[in-house]
């Protein structure tokens, strides 16, 4: 059993989570001690109280109390890859360098692994490797059912750098949707806030977003601000509309609770919208019908930053996945026929 230390947190190691650092220092310790320390208050950094993701800054000074000296049990060989999710992940990259690899994430494969996900983008992230020798980092997530552009990082350095920008809202992202109804004014800033609602399963399964209004958010327990800027691309009618959605706020199913507020859920959402066609109320279901899919229509078209390294500017555009390719079609929908940022010219 050591002794209590103190270890000052280097350049390279800044803005990691608490825990994942903890594990690369002291790879004996595992995930549940390191939380249950954390608890207890064992663990501090510069003298003060932490979480196991809380998020480390370089030249801080860590507390790690007493540890175990027993090497670590084996680990269990990572899963390979197959062939085919190889090949999938290799035809999803959009950029890459020395230092980013941007891929058109498919819909229905999750970013990471959860409750019974076991094949997920960072899983796979071991066929981007390129002659590295550690698979590439998420520096971002999107949900499991939303396609299009993700940032990852080759090395912790510029994972440190992406996650930053990315807290700082230094990147610019761009959301395609579809929409049922069509929203008035056509072009607008949403600012409810948003609180999580608890799940119905033992592990808070099927968890959403509540949103709660402005003026309340302070007021209400764990709920978070969030702004969304939303414009109307094209409409069929009044049936449906072709959106940009760009969240200035990055809350989990920020822009889905955001449409379904306004009485416009985005196509395909069950979870925030329904499973109807139409609803008896105000608004509109998360269906169209007809031939257009009832898979997700939430897209994330463009990403926009500056690169880490070489401070060159970044457009990345992901095409759009083929249900939704489908539902264009059938709207006559054309993307040359639109801006990439329809909010450049007010701003």
Known sequence: MSGVQTVEVSSEEADQRLDRWFRKRF????????????????????????????RLEA??????????????EPQAPRPRVSDADAEMMRRAVLYRDD?????????????????????HVDGLAEALKFGLDEKP?????????????LLLARTAKVAGALTAAFRARETRKIYW???????????????????????RGAKGEAEKMLCVHPNEVDSTPDAKRAVTDYAVLSALGRRAAWMALVPITGRTHQLRAHMAEMGHPIV???????????????GWGAQLGGDISRKLHLHARSI????PVTG??????????EHMERTWKTMDWNAADVPLDPFEEIE
Do not use: F, W
């Open 137 to 149: 980092r998420l520096v971002h997530r999107l949900d499991k059912d939303t396609s299009g552009v």
């Open 268 to 282: 395909g959402d069950g979870k925030y919208g329904g499973s109807g066609q139409e609803n008896l109320g105000d």
């Open 59 to 72: 030249g801080q000074s860590v507390r790690v109390p007493p540890l175990p000296d027993e090497a670590p």
């Open 304 to 307: 926009s930053l500056t690169h």
């Open 99 to 119: 230092h980013i690899i941007a891929i058109n994430k498919p819909p229905g494969l999750p970013s990471q692994g959860g409750s019974k996900q076991t094949r």
């Open 177 to 199: 949707a579809v929409v049922a109804g069509v929203p008035h004014p056509r072009m607008g800033t949403i600012r409810y806030g948003l609180v999580k609602a608890p799940g």
């Open 312 to 321: 060159a500017q970044l457009q990345i555009i992901a095409p759009l996945p």
């Open 27 to 54: 790879p004996q310790v595992r995930q549940g001690m390191i939380e249950k320390m954390c608890r207890k208050g064992e663990i501090r950094v510069d003298g003060g109280r932490v979480k196991a993701s809380t």
